[in-house]
């Protein structure tokens, strides 16, 4: 597929993904989405992916949903949008290896719910988060009532989407939105150290790590125990864990493949 809005870099198994739509700051109409949809669907195809970093271009993560664009939407219409943002959001959330989210700026209503679907933030200190859809006569359409809880905590998330309140880096980082809070210059650099700790890793345990928690969450703990006992097993039939436990008992650093 032809790409209007994304950039993409791969360099040693890490891929950075760029909204490129800065003189909209990054809004999410139609197209966007069906872009960010292809997108991760071939990323989830390459085997040699270990990791993803995605972020904005210019003043923004991504500073919300295209309201020209869905100003004149009927109900109908507002459903299938609502539709084609979770299903392309589902497929960050899925992806087999890790999202990082690098968010440089804005990040409100489709943005906020976009570095939700990712599975670690990191915020510039310019990073402004928010789900103001209320304010909007709307509510939030891409996750945003169900992800901002999980996350934050059913209080701060009622909060944060009641009374539309936004908050700043160093308040995202109190709650636990965001991992960790660097310079605008950092940033980047920053999101790149971490990718590059995790590509370091076993990639089969990464994928079940990460397949574990994000379907654990979905399930009673019985459940989710037995999700994280078949994971660790099929660990133990891997080349990676052979690899992995020789090396440390050899006092030497792993050949993960």
Do not use: W
Not at 53 to 72: Q, R, Y
Not at 133 to 154: A, C, S, W, Y
């Amino acid at each position: 597929m032809d790409y209007q809005y994304l950039l993409l870099e791969k360099e040693n198994g890490i891929a950075t993904v760029t909204i490129n739509k800065p003189k909209s700051l990054n809004a999410l109409n139609s197209q966007v989405l069906d872009e960010l949809n292809a997108m991760f669907t071939e990323l989830d195809q390459d085997e040699d992916l270990k990791v993803v970093i995605l972020t904005g271009e210019g003043k923004a993560f991504v500073a919300g949903a295209d309201i020209s664009e869905m100003s004149t939407l009927t109900s109908e219409e507002g459903f299938a949008f609502g539709q084609k943002g979770m299903d392309t959001f589902m497929k960050v959330e899925r992806l087999h290896v890790p999202v990082i989210a690098a968010v440089n700026g804005f990040a409100l209503g489709g943005g906020c719910e976009l570095s939700l679907a990712c599975d670690i933030r990191i915020a510039s200190e310019k990073a402004l988060f928010g789900q103001p859809e209320v304010g909007l006569g709307i509510t939030p359409g891409f996750g945003g009532t169900q992800r901002l809880p999980r996350t934050v905590g059913v209080g701060i998330a009622k909060e944060m989407i009641l009374a539309a309140v936004n908050i700043k880096a160093d308040r995202a980082y109190e709650i636990g939105l965001v991992n960790k809070v660097v310079a605008p210059e950092e940033l980047m650099a920053e999101a790149k150290k971490l990718a590059e700790t995790i590509a370091s890793k076993s990639p089969v345990a990464v994928k079940y790590a990460k397949n574990a928690i994000n379907a654990g969450l979905q399930a009673d703990i019985d459940t989710a125990m037995d999700i994280e006992k078949s994971k660790f097993g099929l660990c133990f039939a891997t080349d990676d864990q052979t690899e992995g436990m020789a090396a440390f008992l050899e006092k030497r650093a792993p050949e993960f493949k």
